[in-house]
């Protein structure tokens, strides 16, 4: 590796430390999967089991141990808490910058490669993501290297390079770990785009059979000698638990989430603004390109719709789905910019009206939200349900400044839609990418952590006076606040087996509210379910209510 590229990494690398990890670990985790990961993580540290993934001490059957294992060693590193749940997406970020920025320089040069940097960094999903303690980040970078090999395989197969098989063999490690991480859909993605791109251009390609049986062999191979240890060691339950999850996912809306068939299309045009909007007019066919620059055009593109097409018949819509769409859409948004810059391409009048019109509901998205913020005690008014005015009388400490994100988003975008109106698109694509990426930044400081106040803070605030104390804590209508019991009240494992020798038995939250208890039993329920429980169950006592959320007891016996 020569002094340049050295100097590109310690570039990207210090980008990526300044974007990511100030503040990280400031809001509790958030989402359902974040928990739910960093739970799993806590279990396999405190079980000292690495191998199964477990959530209240039972085999969990949805997930592959690859990404826990990363958390582990994060929170053997930093502690169990936010920072280090979240810290193993540091580092994929900033290796999936460098990939990224390598895959361009190779392709095109090392513009191309920092135009593609800056269109990641610069929208807003693709940025955000890299804060979270979500899967997706590592399982895209897997896939996305995966699919990356393959493609270099079939033009060295068509060169009849000898590098062919070194190319199919690292594809094949790279979907091996994707598996490891989320399963066979890792595999599945990659093998489509394959497939897809075959029959595209089969007239000058050829399918060889035999290397694909290599990389379907290699793909699954720690997969099959992780499951199969898994299989030895806790039966062959958990590998029926997991065909039924998939069956679900694909054929009902689990956990409730469901949405129209062009729900990741609305949430990838809007999420992934600005390099959406860039990237629409790379999706037609380029006579600038040279034949492996389009060839990989085309593949991105193949990649990008197989992900689309595919979680939208998915009945299961959850945002991180089409997560994979982001590496394939700022490729298309960086060669758009790339073409434009050098006056190769033009910014044609309907793409500078869909730039501002979707940048202007974002600006007045982050607008709006503070000034709901300011004005909730008034808007509860509104209100005819007693949780949501609850929940707006939250005190919550806003400044009174916040909006001015919004505000200087809106001012920025306006520069921008000039420099791109006066064909200055180098200077305009700069100005939006850099804005969005610190916007998004300052808002995440300031604005997200009243946010999640108001959704969560006070039940987290409840779970955290439980920590080590022996009880059972359970939640009643709730499902927003799914697995945050465990984590943050810290349930140790010897309640876990409490509570699996009880559930043989009769129901748990019917044994938790009216059965014969050793230990006391807390529970959290929203204010408007509490007349429900303490009409039926007499024993129960009202500790509080804060937020719209009330904290119950019942005394052991």
């Known amino acids: 590796m020569n002094n340049k590229n050295i100097f590109y990494i310690i570039c990207i690398f210090l980008l990526g430390l300044v974007l990511f990890i100030p503040f990280l670990g400031t809001i509790h985790l958030f989402d359902w999967d974040e928990i739910n990961f960093a739970e799993a993580s806590r279990e396999m540290i405190i079980?000292?089991?690495?191998?199964?993934?477990?959530?209240?001490?039972?085999?969990?059957?949805?997930?592959?141990?690859?990404?826990?294992?990363?958390?582990v060693i994060s929170m053997k590193i930093?502690?169990?808490?936010?920072?280090?749940?979240?810290?193993?997406?540091?580092?994929?970020?900033i290796l999936t910058l460098v990939a990224i920025f390598f895959i361009g320089k190779d392709l095109y040069d090392s513009k191309f490669g920092f135009l593609w940097v800056l269109s990641y960094i610069g929208s807003f999903l693709p940025n955000f993501y890299f804060r979270t303690g979500l899967i997706d980040p590592t399982f895209n970078l897997f896939i996305f290297l995966g699919a990356y090999f393959i493609f270099k395989f079939i033009n060295n197969f068509e060169l009849n390079s000898s590098k062919r098989y070194t190319d199919i063999i690292i594809a094949a490690l790279f979907v091996s770990l994707a598996t490891m991480t989320k399963g066979p859909v890792g595999y599945l993605i990659?093998?489509?785009?394959?497939?897809?791109?075959?029959?595209?251009?089969?007239?000058k390609i050829k399918l060889s059979l035999k290397e694909f049986l290599l990389f379907t062999v290699i793909s699954f191979s720690l997969f099959i000698i992780w499951y199969g240890t898994i299989l030895i060691k806790n039966g062959w339950d958990i590998f029926f638990q997991n065909i039924e999850y998939q069956i679900r996912l694909l054929t009902t809306n689990d956990a409730g989430f469901s949405g129209p068939i062009y729900y990741h299309f609305l949430v990838v045009l809007i999420g992934c603004f600005?390099?959406?909007?860039?990237?629409?007019?790379?999706?037609?066919?380029?006579?600038?390109?040279?034949?492996?620059?389009?060839?990989y055009r085309i593949w991105t593109i193949v990649l990008l719709a197989t992900v689309l097409v595919l979680f939208s018949l998915v009945q299961t819509k959850i945002i991180h789905y089409s997560s994979l769409t982001y590496l394939p859409i700022t490729f298309l948004s960086a060669h758009f910019i790339y073409y434009t810059i050098n006056e190769a391409s033009k910014f044609r009048l309907w793409l500078m009206l869909a730039f501002v019109i979707i940048g202007s509901l974002w600006a007045i998205l982050m607008i709006?939200?503070?000034?709901?913020?300011?004005?909730?005690?008034?808007?509860?008014?509104?209100?005819?349900?007693s949780f949501t005015q609850e929940v707006l009388r939250s005190n919550v400490n806003w400044g009174g400044y916040e909006y001015i994100l919004g505000l200087f988003y809106l001012i920025l975008l306006i520069i921008a839609t000039y420099y791109f109106w006066k064909m200055k698109i180098k200077i305009?694509?700069?100005?939006?990418?850099?804005?969005?990426?610190?916007?998004?930044?300052?808002?995440?400081?300031?604005v997200a952590p009243k946010i999640e106040e108001y959704v969560q803070g006070a039940p987290i605030e409840f779970l955290k006076t439980l920590k080590g104390k022996k009880c059972y804590i359970e939640l009643l209508d709730v499902?927003?606040?799914?697995?945050?019991?465990?984590?943050?009240?810290?349930?140790?494992?010897?309640?876990?087996?409490?509570?699996?020798?009880?559930?043989?038995?009769?129901?748990?939250?019917?044994?938790?509210?009216?059965?014969?208890?050793?230990?006391?039993?807390?529970?959290?329920?929203?204010?408007t379910e509490v007349n429900k429980y303490m009409s039926k169950y007499h024993d129960l006592i009202v500790l509080y209510t804060k937020n719209g959320y009330a904290f119950l007891m019942r005394k052991s016996r």
Request: charged share 15%.
């Open 78 to 93: 930093f502690g169990i808490n936010e920072f280090a749940a979240r810290f193993p997406n540091v580092i994929i970020g």
């Open 368 to 385: 709006a939200i503070p000034i709901i913020g300011y004005n909730a005690e008034q808007i509860a008014l509104q209100s005819s349900d």
């Open 479 to 527: 499902p927003n606040l799914k697995y945050s019991h465990y984590f943050y009240a810290e349930k140790a494992p010897d309640i876990a087996n409490k509570v699996k020798t009880q559930k043989l038995n009769e129901s748990y939250t019917l044994w938790l509210l009216s059965g014969d208890i050793d230990l006391p039993s807390y529970f959290i329920t929203k204010i």
């Open 428 to 446: 305009g694509f700069i100005i939006v990418t850099i804005s969005t990426a610190l916007v998004l930044f300052f808002y995440l400081v300031f």
């Open 47 to 71: 079980t000292g089991d690495y191998l199964t993934v477990r959530i209240n001490y039972e085999p969990f059957h949805e997930k592959q141990p690859l990404f826990f294992w990363l958390q």
């Open 274 to 295: 600005p390099a959406s909007i860039f990237a629409l007019t790379s999706l037609k066919k380029s006579f600038i390109d040279n034949a492996i620059q389009n060839n």
């Open 190 to 203: 990659p093998a489509l785009v394959w497939l897809i791109y075959w029959i595209i251009r089969r007239k």
